[in-house]
T-cell receptor, first 115, second 108 residues
Framework: ETGVTQTPRHLVMGMTNKKSLKCEQHLGHNAMYWYKQSAKKPLELMFVYNFKEQTENNSVPSRFSPECPNSSHLFLHLHTLQPEDSALYLC??????????????FGNGTRLTVT | TQLLEQSPQFLSIQEGENLTVYCNSSSVFSSLQWYRQEPGEGPVLLVTVVTGGEVKKLKRLTFQFGDARKDSSLHITAAQPGDTGLYLCAGVFGDMRFGAGTRLTVKP
């Protein structure tokens, strides 16, 4: 079983739909993250949770709404998305935030297509 | 302007060749990490470098951290098709920031 599991792997949704991405980590880590990966652009940090508390929101539009019910689970709720939101959404976890010896462990991502 | 600049953006070579990819910034990192991402998967950590001038080796991969801790390089010796992937550098500036990556293709 992989350390960080994301579901679904692929998602196609219309601009008026509401959907949720799920992430679960089995590593006992305290921090969880959502990143957006678009072609030819750096990974964009969206949200950071530390011990279930949101510590960072990098000016992400309100159509993306994160939820972290416990330190093992992270959700990204999506509504009224735009076509430019199509991307690979990666979840990651780490033992602590910002530590030099606390690398990120990524899931395999959800490939989102907004039509 | 990106915080971390990676070059080249794309690299296609034949099996057995050597290559070097670069990660540069105008800022000083407290540490730097290299990840490899294969198609359909998330990035996987290769190495962390912390000390200026540090060199780490991972089989055929050699990682170097610049003396001023503003740049890093990854050298691959005798590349193999299994080395194909997106190589990402990430600098710790309090939180972690990524470069756009170098997409490497090694042809048999």
């Amino acid at each position: 079983e992989t350390g960080v599991t994301q579901t679904p792997r692929h998602l196609v949704m219309g601009m008026t739909n509401k959907k949720s991405l799920k992430c679960e980590q089995h590593l006992g880590h305290n921090a969880m993250y959502w990143y957006k990966q678009s072609a030819k652009k750096p990974l964009e940090l969206m949200f950071v949770y530390n011990f279930k508390e949101q510590t960072e929101n990098n000016s992400v539009p309100s159509r993306f709404s994160p939820e972290c019910p416990n330190s093992s689970h992270l959700f990204l709720h999506l509504h009224t998305l735009q076509p430019e939101d199509s991307a690979l959404y990666l979840c990651a976890s780490s033992q602590e935030i910002g530590g030099s010896y606390s690398p990120l462990h990524f899931g395999n991502g959800t490939r989102l297509t907004v039509t | 302007t990106q915080l971390l600049e990676q070059s080249p953006q794309f690299l296609s070579i034949q099996e057995g060749e050597n290559l070097t990819v670069y990660c540069n910034s105008s800022s000083v990192f407290s540490s730097l990490q290299w990840y490899r991402q294969e198609p359909g998967e998330g990035p996987v950590l290769l190495v962390t470098v912390v000390t200026g001038g540090e060199v780490k080796k991972l089989k055929r991969l050699t990682f170097q951290f610049g003396d001023a801790r503003k740049d890093s390089s990854l050298h691959i010796t005798a590349a193999q098709p299994g080395d194909t992937g997106l190589y990402l550098c990430a600098g710790v500036f309090g939180d972690m920031r990524f470069g756009a990556g170098t997409r490497l293709t090694v042809k048999p």
